[in-house]
């Protein structure tokens, strides 16, 4: 088995031959390290790479020359054979190779828009700001701000300057968070009890507006019942 990236010129290959016979299942595992990011290396990490992988099936001590074709007999005699895998096949993917900075700032990206979109859930959805959110609201603020800086950072290559910005989003968007779960430090219970009750009442507003008009039918339907001409066995009832 062998295998190649989009930066190599030869394949990478296994060390020994495996033999297989008839029926039988075998694990083939090949060990590579992707090189240091200098040199002709340098920016290897600001796209994504394709790769092909093969395994070659022929005599034991033998090299593959030609090209690979899966003849795939079903009666012998058997010829040798070749299966290649590539990252356009299903499901397979391209590979990224990503910088000790380039990582953690991705990292950080994750966990900060994660922890700003719970926010902007909650806050959000009110119609005007409740009582004791200000400080929150400010440092949510703050939060998209390096977030958005990181982004622009991420996208020239600047992944020192974005791993900071998406850092200081981090922690932004927690001091946020735990200024409306500590009580007495920034909004009280019964405020963010206020904030749950706005944000629903705003949520169910149409199915509000659906139970009123159930109920001004049910009462258009009784009212009908004591229209002239109708006896009714008992007073309508709204």
Not at 26 to 41: E, K
Not at 73 to 99: D, E, L, R
Not at 165 to 177: E, I, S, V
Request: with cysteine; net charge negative.
């Amino acid at each position: 088995m062998g295998v190649k990236f989009d930066w190599m010129n030869n394949f990478q290959n296994t060390t020994s031959d495996i033999a297989t016979f008839a029926g039988q299942t075998v694990t083939l595992t090949l060990v590579y390290t992707i090189p240091d990011l200098t040199g002709q290396y340098t920016n290897l990490n600001l796209g994504t790479h394709g790769w092909t992988l093969q395994i070659w099936d022929m005599p034991e001590g033998s090299t593959w020359t030609s090209s690979c074709i899966d003849y795939n007999y079903f009666v012998g005699p058997f010829p040798p054979s070749c299966k290649s895998f590539t990252q356009n096949s299903y499901p397979n993917h391209p590979v990224a190779v990503y910088s000790s900075a380039q990582g953690s700032s991705y990292a950080n990206k994750l966990q900060a828009g994660a922890i700003i979109n719970s926010l902007y859930s909650v806050l959000g959805t009110t119609n005007a700001p409740a009582p004791g959110t200000s400080s929150a609201l400010a440092q949510l603020a703050q939060a998209q701000t390096q977030y958005n800086l990181g982004n622009n950072a991420y996208s020239t290559g600047d992944f020192a300057t974005a791993q900071t910005d998406y850092q200081n989003a981090l922690n932004d968007a927690n001091a946020a968070q735990s200024s409306l779960a500590i009580t007495g430090g920034g909004t009280d219970t019964a405020t963010l009890t206020s904030i749950w009750l706005e944000s629903v009442a705003v949520l169910l507003g149409g199915i509000g507006a659906i139970l009123v008009g159930f109920a001004s039918f049910k009462y258009i339907r009784g009212k009908t019942r004591a229209l002239p001409g109708y006896t009714s066995a008992s007073a309508a009832k709204a």
